[in-house]
């Protein structure tokens, strides 16, 4: 069957320019994650999702950083007002359920670069 | 709070030959997972292992096995028969509760010589 998908695979923008990135889970996943991966801070935690309601953004760097989920499917990661420091790899994964127990699927990720 | 640590940046291996990755964590919990991922160069993270911290029996998948020593808070990957499709980065990882978001050491670049 598909597995998560993300769009778009790159994106480049230029500094102060708001950004959407987009994942779509494995159908049936309830949970929904995003990560963060770049050379000066390794695999970071961004988000956390059940269904369409988040209860764990803690790892959201700043203010500029948002994420939705509607239809408990589809999820969104919007950087307002990028910065050169925004510069990374964004993961995102989904799982059956929510628990350890559950195994995260990951996406190929978007590779996103603020000139 | 927890943490992985992955001190080795990299580490090469012969075809054929077996490899160790270490990896150490901390934290306070009595009951969490630990895995080992995956990830080569077309940025696909891949669940390699995966240990339940209650389960004192090593958990093995084919080629693939862990050595998790509890009490000392350590959780290595080894790798026999090692094969030229293994080389990748390597991620140790920890999760625990309701939320299981995953905390990630900071990876091994294993390369695997033919």
């Known amino acids: 069957g598909a597995g998560v998908s993300q769009s778009p695979s790159n994106k480049v923008t230029e500094k102060g320019k708001d950004v959407e990135l987009r994942c779509d889970p494995i159908?049936?996943?309830?949970?929904l994650y995003w990560y963060r991966q770049s050379l000066g801070q390794g695999l970071e935690f961004l988000i956390y999702?059940?269904?369409?309601?988040?209860?764990?953004k803690s790892g959201l760097p700043s203010d500029r950083f948002s994420a939705e989920r509607t239809g408990g499917s589809v999820s969104t990661l919007t950087i307002q007002r990028t910065q050169q420091e925004d510069s990374a790899v964004y993961l995102c994964?989904?799982?059956?359920?929510?628990?350890?127990?559950?195994?995260?699927?990951f996406g190929p990720g978007t590779r996103l670069t603020v000139t | 709070a927890q943490t992985v640590t992955q001190s080795q940046p990299e580490m090469s291996v012969q075809e054929a030959e077996t490899v160790t990755l270490s990896c150490t964590y901390d934290?306070?919990?009595?009951?969490?997972?630990l895995f080992w991922y995956k990830q080569p160069p077309s940025r696909q993270m891949i669940l390699v292992i995966r240990q339940e911290a209650y389960k004192q029996q090593n958990a093995t998948e084919n080629r693939f096995s862990v050595n998790f020593q509890k009490a000392a808070k350590s959780f290595s990957l080894k790798i026999s028969d090692s094969q030229l499709g293994d080389t990748a980065m390597y991620f140790c990882a920890f999760a625990t509760g309701a939320n299981s978001k995953l905390t990630f050491g900071k990876g091994i670049t294993l390369s695997v010589r033919p």
């Open positions: 934290t306070s919990e009595n009951n969490y997972y």
């Open positions: 994964a989904s799982s059956l359920g929510r628990g350890p127990h559950y195994e995260q699927y």
């Open positions: 159908s049936g996943h309830t949970a």
């Open positions: 999702f059940q269904g369409n309601s988040a209860p764990d």
